[in-house]
């Protein structure tokens, strides 16, 4: 909804202003004309810049960000049949895969922290662990 309203306040103040330029054009001399043109196009240029900027440095594309802090582990999925921590081991057999579950939430672990996006099975965690 904000969309369609920014491309009709868009529309109108383009709309506006050619309507404008025109009727400088037409009413005084091309002299003049052509410095309100020029004194437009620097004001567009730089809307331009401050939209681009503003889109830059905007929202995050929308999809998972995972993060870990130091010494942490973070998954954006499943963590299964895995040693994780200083000295540890995966000594039995390994564990099959199941069938993943897409969760759409940020996945963050701090600082010596575990974290996964999904599930967590069979595994050993910590240090010295063994699985």
Known sequence: MMTRTWVWVTA???????????LVALLADLDTA??????????????ALVVSVLALGGT?????????????????GDITGS?????????????PPTAARRTHGDV??????IAAGGDITDSALGDGSER
């Not at 109108?12 to 025109?22: I, P, R, S, T």
């Not at 010494?71 to 954006?76: F, K, L, N, Y």
């Not at 040693?83 to 564990?95: C, F």
């Open 60 to 76: 995050p594309p929308p999809g998972r960000r995972v993060r870990a802090g130091r010494g942490a582990v973070a998954a954006g």
């Open 83 to 95: 040693a994780l921590g200083d000295n540890s081991k995966v000594t039995g057999p390994r564990t």
């Open 34 to 47: 052509g410095q309100a043109a020029s004194v437009v196009g620097a004001v567009v240029a730089l809307a």
């Open 12 to 22: 109108v103040v383009a709309g506006a202003g050619a309507l404008g330029l025109a």
């Open 108 to 113: 963050h672990a701090a600082r010596d922290g």
